[in-house]
């Protein structure tokens, strides 16, 4: 499509039309240039039907050259077919806690009990799928943590390898500042992909294994402007049997850490949220969506490229043409003056 990018210029188009009629024309010189006896010799210079035809000649080459200079003015440009804008989104990183405690059953899924784990990749494979446009990584961990994806845009394999998990792959025991520290160094190694980088780490327990405290991976993470989302998981009343008969209540969450969970999320500028059951899973879910939301596609974009250059061009071609024109026919006109008073 051909546009212009500046229309207005556009209205300099008349201007030499109204100088011709409205300016008033210079007075003539009181004295004539040239002194001679007898204006018969130079008769032959006198061609009006040429002197008018010249003049008329150059009215429309001008014109046309004045038309160039405006349009080119105007900056006429092609505007190319609308192209896609790639959305660049967060690094964002999955930590899945794996350890033996994730096999308590105290969710309810489609009407039936099942074990946190279970719960969790339900909700957290909505979760992936919604996050279009994010690099997205997933940790594994238990007693040990595993970079199951490293950060991706193919949210598919994250999602089959989050679902192929299982209970006790990592180990029985919880290495949460392993975890930390292993998406640290994962999100740093790629820090100019993405502008925001963030961790939404999943556990039902406390710290029991590792190499590194949870709270000195944290101060890693702040370092390097890793935002760390923490969810404790887990029922806080359990009915179960008695050993005497009858049944009674327990806290089968009593083991969660969460006062550890709420400093390394304050530490690095997320949240803590506790998860009771899978609806306020699926909740805190979609309130880390709010909180980091998907990257919007930009507007499309067109690709611009301009042409005044070309009736710019031709412009100063009519003008340098019109110039030589002029020189080559004074010095004509100079060659036959000088041969008329030569032979005069």
């Not at 010799?41 to 046309?64: H, I, P």
């Not at 949870?214 to 969810?231: D, F, N, S």
């Not at 980091?292 to 596609?297: D, G, N, Y």
Request: hydrophobic share 45%.
């Amino acid at each position: 499509m051909w546009s212009l990018a500046w229309p207005w210029a556009l209205a300099a188009l008349p201007l030499p039309f109204l100088f011709r009629y409205y300016v008033p024309e210079a007075k003539g010189l009181s004295e004539a240039g040239l002194r001679v006896p007898s204006v018969d010799s130079f008769s032959t210079l006198r061609d009006r039907s040429g002197t008018e035809q010249l003049l008329n000649w150059r009215f429309w080459v001008a014109a046309l050259a004045w038309v160039l200079l405006v349009v080119a003015a105007a900056r006429p440009e092609r505007i190319g077919e609308e192209l896609e804008v790639p959305v660049a989104g967060r690094n964002l990183m999955l930590a899945v806690d794996l350890s033996g405690s994730m096999d308590q059953k105290d969710f309810e899924l489609a009407g039936r009990r099942v074990d946190r784990l279970t719960a969790t990749k339900a909700v957290a494979s909505d979760f992936i799928e919604r996050r279009e446009g994010d690099r997205i990584g997933l940790i594994l961990f238990g007693e040990r943590a595993y970079l199951q994806v490293p950060l991706t845009l193919d949210r598919t394999t994250v999602n089959i390898l989050l679902m192929e998990a299982f209970i006790g792959l990592a180990g029985e025991k919880t290495a949460i500042g392993d975890a930390i520290t292993l998406a640290v160094r994962r999100v740093h190694e790629q820090a100019g992909s993405a502008g925001e980088q963030v961790l939404v780490l999943l556990t039902d327990g406390a710290n029991t294994a590792g190499e590194v405290h949870p709270l000195k991976a944290a101060q890693l993470a702040q370092q390097v402007g890793l935002r760390i989302y923490t969810i404790g998981i887990g029922a806080e009343q359990l009915e179960v049997a008695s050993l005497i008969g009858g049944r009674r209540q327990i806290n089968p969450s009593a083991d969660l850490d969460e006062g550890t969970l709420t400093e390394i999320a304050q530490l690095t500028g997320g949240r803590y949220f506790r998860a009771t059951d899978t609806a306020t899973l699926q909740d805190i879910y979609r309130l880390v969506d709010e909180l980091e939301p998907v990257e919007e596609p930009e507007s499309g974009f067109r690709p611009i490229k301009s042409y005044y250059y070309y009736p710019l061009a031709a412009a100063f071609a009519l003008v340098i043409f019109m110039c030589l024109v002029s020189l080559l026919q004074r010095l004509s006109i100079r060659r036959r003056v000088e041969g008329q008073l030569s032979a005069s």
